[in-house]
DNA sequence: TCTCAGATTAACT
DNA sequence: GTTAATCTGAGAC
């Protein structure tokens, strides 16, 4: 796999980060997650873009009843029962926005959390977003990616099949050794393989192993 | 109106 | 491994 390492910084031509199309997001949210590792995440902040690429998912829907929108819509949720491919923003614990993005075969509410990705470029604006020097600690976890993209609740309902200010494209083409894994950090219906992960990548924030027991 | 749990993180021991 | 920081929605009364 080492063929299909992406060490570089250097920007993409802007050309080549075409949105992935409304129908990639109309799906069960959990083949959306598993299909979204190994894309890109393009956020253009003041004309400097920043891109990372997506090394860990988690997917939720209306009948999990570990998601958000597992109790029907609210004035915090009610992008997830909304048109698949916008971003769902939420502040976890009162500190930390978290990143989603809207997927569902249906209006029934559903979305895949953004729980990592890889930097690419734009490496030094989130150093200095972050106050962090390691490579490995900007964006490996959910709320150091909100922190590290400027992902802010100004973004939310974003239309991430357009190329705004926030989107995800199909980025290298390369594939991706998928691992499905039980989501981190929820009590209900914790036993549920929705988590993917970039099986190869160092950027993952949490275990790689399928359960408690290994 | 009050209380509690929660899709987290970082500092501290 | 433990704990504090802090906001939101749900449920109980």
């Not at 949210?29 to 956020?43: C, D, I």
């Not at 604006?125 to 150091?144: H, Y």
Request: include cysteine.
């Amino acid at each position: 796999m080492a063929d299909r390492r992406l060490e570089t910084n250097t920007a993409a031509p802007a050309a080549k980060l075409a949105p992935l199309p409304r129908d990639f997001y109309c799906r069960e949210s959990v083949l959306v997650a598993e299909a979204l590792v190994g894309k890109w995440l393009v956020r253009r902040l003041d004309g400097v873009e920043l891109i990372g690429r997506i090394v860990e998912t988690e997917a939720y829907d209306a009948e999990d009843p570990a998601s958000h929108c597992f109790r029907g819509p609210t004035p915090r949720n009610r992008a997830m029962f909304g048109t698949p491919g916008h971003a769902y923003i939420y502040l976890s614990h009162g500190l930390h926005h978290c990143l989603n993005v809207t997927a569902r075969d249906t209006l029934a509410g559903g979305g895949v959390l953004l729980r990592a990705v890889e930097p690419l470029v734009g490496i030094e604006i989130m150093r200095s977003r972050r106050g962090r020097e390691k490579i490995t600690d900007l964006a490996s976890g959910p709320g150091k990616l909100g922190q590290a993209l400027a992902i802010e609740p100004a973004l939310y309902g974003t239309d991430m099949t357009t190329a705004g200010p926030l989107f995800i494209c199909d980025g290298g083409g390369t594939s991706v050794t998928v691992l499905a894994t039980p989501r981190i950090g929820i009590s209900r219906a914790a036993d549920r393989l929705w988590r993917f992960i970039d099986a190869q990548s160092r950027f993952v924030a949490g275990p790689r192993r399928l359960g408690r027991s290994g």
